[in-house]
């Protein structure tokens, strides 16, 4: 069975920065692209975006323009974990962060749809006040 579980979250102001930390277990994670997606549960209708990309050998990194150059993804494919430094935050970086297996479509960061629903992990939230 599957198992996520995001870490290092918590309550910052802007310009702060976090390291975010994501243990996967219950599949071959060395074998997987990876990436970390975002939701704000308190603005209804908002779909969970992707926010970066790392692929399996750490050879290839994706960001999406908002993030760009203040986030950094990696991973340690030992330790079955994936990272996400997060540098100058900005209000609008508030939500729950979690971690899945990932490609990237049109430009887009999406999970594989093998991904099930229920492999969700809880998230790990952060917020930053302005």
């Known amino acids: 069975q599957v198992q996520v579980v995001e870490s290092g979250g918590t309550s910052v102001q802007a310009g702060d920065s976090l390291r975010l930390s994501c243990t996967v277990s219950?599949?071959?994670?060395?074998?997987?692209?990876m990436g970390w997606f975002r939701q704000t549960p308190e603005i209804p209708g908002k779909e969970r975006e992707g926010?970066?990309?790392?692929?399996?050998?750490?050879?290839?990194?994706y960001y999406i323009d908002s993030v760009k150059g203040r986030f950094t993804i990696s991973r340690d494919n030992a330790m079955k974990t994936l990272y996400l430094q997060m540098n100058n935050l900005l209000y609008e970086d508030t939500a729950v962060y979690y971690c899945a297996p990932a490609r990237i479509e049109t430009g887009t960061i999406v999970v594989p749809p093998t991904w099930a629903s229920d492999n969700w992990g809880q998230g790990t939230r952060v917020t930053v006040s302005s």
């Open positions: 219950g599949l071959a994670f060395v074998g997987y692209d």
């Open positions: 926010v970066s990309f790392i692929s399996w050998d750490s050879k290839s990194t």
